[in-house]
């Protein structure tokens, strides 16, 4: 490809193997906040990375995009997929919906810069403000965002579909439509995303929540192999063991368990083949309010997830590469602003800890260390053994990362809350600051705030640039030092401050590790 000469990338049309694309200035004036660079930025909305996901197309494996033959003009954000808005407006929903946006300030294409690839949480869309790029790009990053099938759209198994995969694949398997769409997005980077500026041999891939376990399926994935080189994943991870793995975003079901919510879901649609349920139109999908309940999730299919997250763990069949993983201090359980009676606090403790033959001694264990007398005591001790849950679970998934791996683990607990909300240091609340666009999110942000989504996004840019969070921040002045985890009972705080903390909270830390490792031995593998 000849080389453009050095100028902003919206100047002129960039040339994929698909065809030639049209972008556009991201920003139109100066934003507040910290970015340098804006009028170097150029963005590019809804471009397809895979076919429509439509009619036979349907509850299959992502099919390539077509070739397009007049210049692609990407002013708009592409439709985003059924049931992916939960409710929000202003967006055209469709199930041609497998595309994806690029933020990128390179002044050619051939800059190489490092790319990060950011998977968005539940109920929500690439075109939503809180995942907008620019912030990102201001920096040196090349950040693209994606839409990806989810409910019974992403996730329906059905033994009809295993066998269509088993003719394609080898694998007799189904359901993991929303894992492969976000394979195929981080393919299309890898192929692509030269031509606008970006390293296709430096991806990282990003996300939050459900974005973090779509993180780590593309860590673990042996589909994804050679593709990435670090993953940054946000409230995502902890021991496979913790029974949390089973309810929070990252939690899976056997392949016969969603074959036969396969069976069941065509059931209650009055349906008896695939074909049939093919040939419902999408909103008589949605608007049966089944498309998009709680059960569907991924599988362990033996294919696109390789094992369990244990044995995934102990074994090192993820890839080897850095990881970034943490978590919020007001989610999980923990909550701001508690109110709780004693009455409650220990009702919940021995719903959580009391196991039959073992007679109550791990409630016992955690009413000694997690102790309350009155209604006070009672929210501070709820707070803070979720807090330890997380973060101790988090610590003790990178002691098994390193059973088999070599590639550093760095954890962090974030505490700051953002303006003008009464949920603390809320589940997604970190990720202005680690995108660095306050000014795309309407809340009132103080000067304190532009002040740590330069360090927190200092941190996250030098990662996706070396593989290690530190050095300098956007002014050049040294960050905290941020120590890979290792075997050191210690987590990186970041928000309200930084640098490293107990992995427990403050009174008689390592009692409390120690109990959580041992209450989680005797849970069931995940």
């Known amino acids: 490809m000849a080389q453009l000469a050095s100028a902003a990338l919206y100047e002129t049309v960039i040339h994929t193997q698909y065809g030639s694309i049209q972008g556009y200035p991201a920003f139109n004036s100066s934003p507040t906040g910290n970015l340098t660079h804006w009028k170097d930025i150029t963005v590019w909305k809804g471009i397809p990375f895979a076919a429509t996901t439509a009619g036979q197309n349907r509850f299959r494996e992502p099919q390539p995009a077509s ?148 993180t780590q399926h593309i860590l673990n994935s042996p589909l994804t192999a050679g593709l990435i080189v670090g993953a940054i994943i946000e409230s995502g991870v902890r021991d496979p063991q913790d029974p949390m793995c089973a309810t929070v975003a990252e939690n899976y079901k056997t392949l016969s368990y969603k074959l036969n919510q396969g069976v069941e879901y065509l059931a209650s649609l009055n349906l008896t083949t695939i074909a049939e349920l093919r040939a419902l139109p999408m909103e008589d999908l949605v608007s049966s309010g089944t498309a998009n309940s709680a059960g569907w999730t991924a599988g362990l299919d033996y294919y696109a997830m390789p094992d369990t997250y244990y044995n995934t763990l102990i074994h090192g069949l993820a890839h080897n590469v850095p990881v970034i993983t943490g978590n919020a201090k007001d989610e999980n359980g923990a909550t701001w602003n508690l109110s709780i009676t004693l009455t409650e606090y220990l009702a919940d403790m021995n719903e959580t800890f009391y196991a039959s033959g073992d007679d109550g001694h791990w409630l016992d264990d955690f009413l000694d260390v997690y102790w309350a007398n009155d209604s006070r005591t009672a929210a501070a001790a709820y707070n ?115 640098g490293p903390i107990a992995v427990a909270s403050e009174t008689d830390p390592k009692a409390k590790i120690k109990l959580f490792q041992d209450w989680f031995a005797v849970q069931p593998k995940f």
């Open 67 to 214: 070739a397009w033959n007049k210049t692609l003009d990407a002013r708009e954000w592409g439709p985003v997929c059924p049931q992916a808005t939960s409710g929000q407006t202003g967006f055209t929903i469709d199930e041609d919906c497998l595309n994806l946006n690029i933020w990128s300030a390179a002044n050619s294409t051939d800059a190489k810069l490092p790319v990060v690839m950011w998977s968005y949480p539940a109920e929500s869309t690439a075109a939503d403000p809180l995942f907008d790029g620019g912030g990102m790009a201001d920096k040196g990053i090349v950040f693209v965002n994606y839409n990806y099938r989810t409910g019974a759209f992403g996730w329906l198994a059905h033994p009809e579909l295993s066998e269509e995969f088993y003719q394609v694949t080898g694998s007799n398997s189904s359901g993991n439509w929303a894992m492969l769409d976000q394979f195929a997005a981080l393919k299309w980077i890898h192929e692509n995303i030269a031509a606008f500026g970006g390293d296709p041999d430096h991806i990282t891939v990003q996300g939050q929540s459900a974005g973090s376990a779509a």
């Open 384 to 498: 803070l053994q979720w807090d330890d849950r997380s973060t101790i679970g988090t610590w003790m998934w990178a002691q098994m990362w390193y059973t088999a791996r070599t590639a550093p683990v760095y954890t962090y607990f974030w505490d700051h809350a953002p303006p003008g909300e009464d949920r603390g240091a809320y589940h997604e609340s970190e990720i202005n600051y680690v995108l660095n666009n306050l000014y795309d999110t309407d809340l009132p942000w103080e000067a304190i705030d532009y002040v740590i989504a330069d360090k927190m996004n200092s941190y996250w840019v030098n990662f996706a640039k070396t593989g290690n969070p530190n050095g300098l921040d956007a002014n050049g002045d040294p960050l905290v030092e941020w120590p890979a985890t290792s075997d050191s009972e210690v987590v990186q705080r970041v928000g309200n401050a930084w």
